[in-house]
Nanobody, 123 residues
């Protein structure tokens, strides 16, 4: 199983970025994929999650109405569209996955697989 994030970068407050998480090695339709973020010295926190079979999404209160998680099962990719970014969104963003049968969304401790992370900086 492999998860690879991309799309991070630097943006001014109020701007937008779209993160991508390309996955391989597991069935697209039977997993929960989540986005998490972590800043140095703080615990990793959940941002958004989606059932790759479609129809269910979850968001942290801090990003609801600004971030949107979506997927393209043909491309085996999950996206995180981030709008109206704030300086407090600055973090390393990770995607993670586990079987949907274990529940969705999930905490960082519940992840089975992790990507390497991508830095987002909002100034």
């Amino acid at each position: 199983v492999q998860l690879v994030e991309s799309g991070g970068g630097s943006v001014q407050a109020g701007g937008s970025l779209r993160l991508s998480c390309s996955y391989s090695g597991f069935t697209a339709e039977s997993n929960c994929l989540g986005w998490f973020r972590q800043v140095p010295g703080k615990e990793r926190e959940a941002v958004a999650a989606t059932y790759t079979g479609g129809g269910t999404t979850h968001y942290a209160d801090s990003v609801r109405d600004r971030f949107t998680i979506s997927q393209d099962n043909i491309k085996n990719t999950v996206y995180l569209q981030m709008n109206r970014l704030k300086p407090e969104d600055t973090s390393v963003y990770y995607c993670a996955a586990r079987s949907f049968l274990r529940g969705c969304p999930f905490s960082p401790e519940g992840a089975a697989y992790w990507g390497q992370g991508t830095q987002v900086t909002v100034s």
